[in-house]
């Protein structure tokens, strides 16, 4: 397994990999490495003649200084999970040659950055599009791998692919969890015993809006105020937002006829969680 921080030595690997005309299977994350991640690598792996694993926890997504200095980091044991799953390469650029003095040139998205996250985290929408489009251009994946659990976010990268027109397959795997059903993240390192308990409302809402879904219940609201009471009868969580929305435009739906997604958005303490479940 090669790691690699210089763009032009992973430019030139990659360069060297489409003449062979193998492919590559790319799973983009910010380290941190979890269960989540594991399970989009095994995927790749299988996949593909390459994979390509990035490690970049990006500054132009981060609305807040603070959140972006505590992002959890451990980049030798991440390598070591990496290397473990026959990762080929560990790409580790370097926010100077990413973001290099002067930069100012920025992918934006309409409407589908506005809602849900958009509008609690100003700019983030903006430093994800940016960065995946960078990474997209210099490893030139054929398949890339993302979870779940960022639905929007995974909506956004969907459709940056289609209107700029980038042959890439994006594939999105089921979330991972853990075994009291708490979505694999990050940042559930920085969660203290109590607090980790408290989150797990996030899933216990998730499934009552699947229940009363599956008890033919169709009306949005009443589903949301039945979420939204399982959530704030936890102490140390604070609502962003607890939505059902349309799969495929993100707007708020009132009657679901066909299929939706609960999405919810919670600071448990000092941590922000995310997560969805699908209903159909």
């Known amino acids: 397994m090669e790691v690699i921080k210089k763009l032009n030595e992973m430019q030139t690997r990659v360069s060297s990999i489409k003449e062979r005309k193998e492919t590559i299977g790319f799973v983009p994350t910010?380290?941190?490495l979890h269960e989540g991640h594991i399970s989009l690598m095994h995927n790749a792996r299988d996949e593909n003649d390459k994979l390509i694993v990035s490690i970049f926890v990006n500054p132009t997504q981060f609305d807040n200084g603070d959140d972006f200095k505590?992002?959890?980091?451990?980049?030798?044991?991440?390598?070591?999970i990496a290397e473990s799953i026959n990762v080929d390469i560990v790409f580790v650029p370097y926010a100077e040659e990413l973001f290099k003095e002067g930069f100012?040139?920025?992918?934006?998205?309409?409407?589908?950055?506005?809602?849900?996250?958009?509008?609690?985290?100003?700019?983030?929408?903006?430093?994800?599009?940016?960065?995946?489009?960078?990474?997209?251009?210099?490893i030139k994946p054929?398949?890339?791998?993302?979870?779940?659990?960022?639905?929007?976010?995974?909506i956004v990268i969907k459709r940056l692919v289609h209107d700029l027109n980038m042959t890439i397959d994006i594939?999105?795997?089921?979330?991972?969890?853990?075994?009291?059903?708490?979505?694999?993240?990050?940042?559930?390192?920085?969660?203290?015993?109590?607090?980790?308990?408290?989150?797990?409302c996030i899933y216990n809402s998730l499934l009552k809006a699947k229940s009363m879904y599956s008890s033919?219940?169709?009306?949005?609201?009443?589903?949301?105020?039945?979420?939204?009471?399982?959530?704030?009868?936890?102490?140390?969580?604070r609502i962003d937002y607890v939505s059902i929305v349309n799969p495929n435009t993100l707007e708020d739906v009132s009657c679901i006829n066909g299929k939706a997604v609960a999405t919810v958005a919670v600071r448990v303490g000092d941590t922000r969680l995310i997560d969805n479940i699908i209903l159909e």
């Open 30 to 32: 910010m380290g941190a």
């Open 70 to 80: 505590s992002y959890p980091r451990q980049l030798d044991k991440d390598i070591e």
């Open 104 to 138: 100012c040139t920025y992918v934006l998205q309409t409407k589908l950055t506005e809602p849900l996250c958009g509008k609690f985290r100003p700019g983030h929408f903006k430093g994800v599009t940016t960065i995946m489009t960078k990474l997209f251009n210099i």
């Open 142 to 154: 054929d398949r890339a791998y993302l979870g779940q659990k960022d639905y929007q976010q995974n």
């Open 171 to 200: 594939k999105v795997l089921p979330t991972v969890r853990d075994k009291d059903g708490l979505a694999c993240s990050s940042r559930n390192r920085h969660l203290n015993p109590q607090e980790r308990s408290n989150a797990l």
């Open 216 to 237: 033919s219940i169709k009306d949005a609201n009443k589903i949301i105020e039945e979420m939204t009471s399982i959530i704030k009868s936890e102490e140390y969580t």
